[in-house]
């Protein structure tokens, strides 16, 4: 059959205008409409924190920590991060960790304790021979202490991927809490299980996201180990034992050492800061002791301020027989690291290895010149 006319001809408009919208799926059936377009990644300099609070932001812990910043402490196992965390949590809840604060909502997710060993260690000490009820000190209503739930599984769409499991979770936490501060001790726990220092990584990354989530500032604090030391050194960066992309990743990172000078003593270094300056440096270290008090004691900015006074509060002053529920730091004044990291006994134990090193180098060289093999070499 010979096709002449032109393709105009061939055109059917009713059969080409019924088919319009058909899917491929079934006769007739309309398509779904496009989805919504989504918003582009990258945006203008100060258009991505449109709906945020535009107040200006207050530091919370002198220039360590401020508000809407993921701040890392870093310390060795038993050097007593938990102690200070559970402090400045106490101290922001009832707004006294600055003058300019006022109380703040606190969720504190404690991988390190159970809530028998919580308790316990906020009770007044057992006193040999006494039977008395121990007092336990009774924490701020905006201090929330959650644990997590081991029986519970991720969900499907989070795989593996452990890191992102646990920050959904948390910010669902802060979210029902309406908290503006959150404290994750141990950031270590989530490399358990197969995740590795990739699932701390991707917590990070979605902790980042979770501070800029929220229209009201949300500031988080989380805790991670040091690399065991044998050689008593100054802390550094490369001391962070999860990984050095979680360096990368805070906004600050700050640590806790053990001091040689008295085991009831520590000291704060800062190691890394986005908006402030590194004041409290190995130099300029703030020094705290550890005792049991009635109370949480007051650590203001002017107190992190060599030439500024301590602060002095009230229930500093305590009679005889006070119960002392709450072990806490109290912070003393400041010194050198040097005087924390030096260890005469270790520093001698060390020497004397050096020189048993040398006097073994010395011996196989003597060796090396007696022996019968050398003689020869020397006679040929």
Same mark, same amino acid.
């Given at each position: 059959?010979?096709?002449?006319?032109?393709?105009?001809?061939?055109?059917?408009?009713?059969?080409?205008?019924?088919?319009?919208?058909? *899917?491929?799926?079934?006769?007739?059936?309309?398509?779904?409409?496009?989805?919504? $377009?989504?918003?582009?990644?990258? /945006?203008?300099?100060?258009?991505?924190?449109?709906?945020?609070?535009?107040?200006?932001?207050?530091?919370?812990?002198?220039?360590?920590?401020?508000?809407?910043?993921? /701040?890392?402490? &870093?310390?060795?196992?038993?050097?007593?991060?938990?102690?200070?965390?559970?402090?400045? /949590?106490?101290?922001?809840?009832?707004?006294?960790?600055?003058?300019?604060?006022?109380?703040?909502?606190? =969720?504190?997710?404690?991988?390190?304790?159970?809530?028998?060993?919580?308790?316990?260690?906020?009770?007044?000490?057992?006193?040999?021979?006494?039977? &008395?009820? %121990?007092?336990?000190?009774?924490?701020? +209503?905006?201090?929330?202490?959650?644990?997590?739930?081991?029986?519970?599984?991720?969900? +499907?769409?989070?795989? %593996?991927?452990?890191?992102?499991?646990?920050?959904?979770?948390?910010?669902?936490? =802060?979210?029902?809490?309406?908290?503006?501060?959150?404290?994750?001790?141990?950031?270590?726990?989530? #490399?358990?299980?197969?995740?590795?220092?990739?699932?701390?990584?991707?917590?990070?990354? &979605?902790?980042?996201?979770?501070?800029?989530?929220?229209?009201?500032?949300?500031?988080?604090?989380?805790?991670?180990?040091? $690399?065991?030391?044998?050689?008593?050194?100054?802390?550094?960066?490369?001391?962070? &034992?999860?990984?050095?992309?979680?360096?990368?990743? /805070? *906004?600050?990172?700050f640590a806790l050492g053990r001091s040689t000078a008295g085991d009831d003593l520590r000291y704060l270094k800062h190691l890394k800061s986005r908006t402030a300056a590194l004041t409290l440096t190995g130099q300029n270290t703030p020094v705290l002791r550890l005792s049991r008090l009635a109370e949480p004691p007051s650590i203001t900015n002017a107190g992190f301020t060599p030439d500024g006074s301590l602060s002095t509060t009230r229930h500093l002053q305590l009679t005889a027989g006070s119960p002392l529920p709450f072990l806490g730091l109290?912070?003393?004044?400041?010194?050198?690291?040097?005087?924390?990291?030096?260890?005469?006994?270790?520093?001698?134990?060390? *020497?004397?290895?050096?020189?048993?090193?040398?006097? %073994?180098?010395?011996?196989? =060289?003597?060796? =090396?010149? #007696?022996?019968?093999?050398?003689?020869?070499?020397?006679?040929?």
């Open positions: 059959m010979d096709h002449d006319d032109t393709k105009e001809s061939y055109y059917d408009a009713g059969r080409y205008d019924t088919a319009a919208g058909w *899917d491929g799926t079934s006769r007739g059936k309309k398509a779904d409409p496009p989805p919504p $377009r989504k918003a582009p990644l990258f /945006a203008l300099a100060g258009e991505e924190e449109v709906g945020l609070s535009t107040r200006p932001l207050k530091p919370l812990f002198g220039d360590l920590w401020g508000e809407r910043e993921i /701040a890392v402490l &870093a310390g060795e196992t038993g050097v007593g991060k938990s102690v200070l965390t559970v402090q400045l /949590a106490e101290l922001l809840a009832r707004g006294r960790l600055s003058p300019t604060l006022s109380p703040k909502r606190v =969720i504190y997710v404690d991988f390190e304790h159970t809530t028998s060993q919580f308790e316990d260690r906020y009770c007044s000490p057992r006193r040999p021979g006494h039977t &008395a009820r %121990r007092v336990r000190f009774q924490f701020s +209503k905006k201090f929330q202490r959650v644990v997590p739930r081991f029986d519970q599984t991720p969900e +499907k769409k989070f795989g %593996r991927d452990v890191g992102r499991y646990f920050c959904n979770e948390l910010g669902r936490a =802060i979210d029902e809490f309406d908290a503006h501060i959150a404290i994750v001790d141990n950031l270590s726990f989530l #490399m358990m299980g197969g995740g590795g220092s990739r699932a701390a990584e991707q917590a990070m990354l &979605a902790l980042r996201l979770i501070t800029r989530t929220f229209t009201y500032p949300v500031s988080i604090l989380v805790t991670a180990c040091l $690399r065991d030391r044998r050689v008593p050194r100054p802390i550094e960066l490369r001391d962070l &034992a999860c990984s050095s992309r979680i360096a990368e990743l /805070a *906004d600050s990172v109290t912070h003393i004044g400041f010194s050198d690291e040097s005087v924390h990291i030096y260890d005469p006994v270790k520093q001698a134990q060390l *020497d004397d290895r050096e020189v048993r090193r040398k006097l %073994r180098r010395s011996e196989n =060289i003597v060796e =090396i010149v #007696m022996s019968p093999e050398y003689q020869r070499y020397l006679n040929r």
